[in-house]
């Protein structure tokens, strides 16, 4: 059964920094996109980051870049997303996810097939 599971969110005053980490399992596509959301309190789910685990090539949201970054460890089929300079607005859940194979759109909600539970993540100002 194809799963990914989330780990690592907590509480961090502005500015401070989280490491979020995706494990998926059961996975019999060779290659695929792990993509990061976030859904905040009223408001729809976005992308945020993903990672495509074949060539590593990565795609960000423009409001995260040069302050996020997410990274693979293939040998344990773990994507990370390390959260630097965390903004009050960007609380929420976060959930990461996984595509079939290649996406051309890999922020879009739409392309992803299989959703972890989420973990909170707290930004106090």
């Known amino acids: 059964q194809v799963q990914v599971a989330e780990s690592g969110g907590g509480s961090v005053q502005a500015g401070g920094s989280l490491r979020l980490s995706c494990a998926a399992s059961?996975?019999?596509?060779?290659?695929?996109?792990i993509g990061w959301f976030r859904q905040g309190p009223g408001k729809e789910r976005e992308g945020v980051a993903a990672i495509y685990t074949g060539d590593g090539v990565t795609v960000y949201a423009d409001s995260v870049k040069g302050r996020f970054t997410i990274s693979r460890d293939n040998a344990k089929n773990t994507v990370y997303l390390q959260m630097n300079s965390l903004k009050p607005e960007e609380a929420g859940m976060y959930y990461c996810?996984?595509?079939?194979?290649?996406?051309?759109?890999?922020?879009?909600?739409?392309?992803?097939?299989?959703w972890g539970q989420g973990t909170q993540v707290s930004v106090s100002s």
């Open positions: 996810a996984a595509t079939y194979g290649y996406s051309g759109f890999p922020l879009r909600t739409n392309e992803y097939f299989i």
């Open positions: 059961g996975y019999t596509a060779s290659n695929y996109f």
